[in-house]
Nanobody
């Protein structure tokens, strides 16, 4: 069982920045991927960014490439999502998740992740 706690959400104007944090605890020894997902009302949950814990390999959704950066502090079992140049369409609940999958093909697929945090709200106004 992995417990995840997100923090860092809030409200910003378009063009602003936020940094999300996700602290993992519990049985994290077999976690291979940590990812950030987001969901807006009426929309499906979508993958935003993910990082492979063993070597720091990162992967991003096209919508956030060049604006968001995922990173990890392995000593703290914490993953971060630095979000710059935020747009109103980035408004969503952001969730952190962990996976034991080794497949890059599903690295941003929610079904590949088995532990989820409660989420943190990000609101970007125009």
């Amino acid at each position: 069982q992995v417990e995840l706690v997100e923090s860092g959400g809030g409200s910003v104007q378009a063009g602003g920045s936020l940094r999300l944090s996700c602290a993992a605890s519990g049985y994290t020894y077999d976690v291979t991927l940590m990812g950030w997902f987001r969901q807006s009302p009426g929309k499906e949950r979508e993958g935003v960014a993910a990082i492979r814990t063993a070597d720091g390999f990162t992967y991003y959704a096209d919508a956030v490439k060049g604006r968001f950066t995922i990173s990890q502090d392995s000593a703290k079992n914490t993953v971060y999502l630095q979000m710059n140049s935020l747009k109103p369409e980035d408004t969503a609940m952001y969730y952190c998740a962990t996976s034991r999958s080794t497949s890059i093909a599903t690295i941003l697929v929610a079904q590949a992740y088995n532990s989820w945090g409660q989420g943190t709200q990000v609101t970007v106004s125009s």
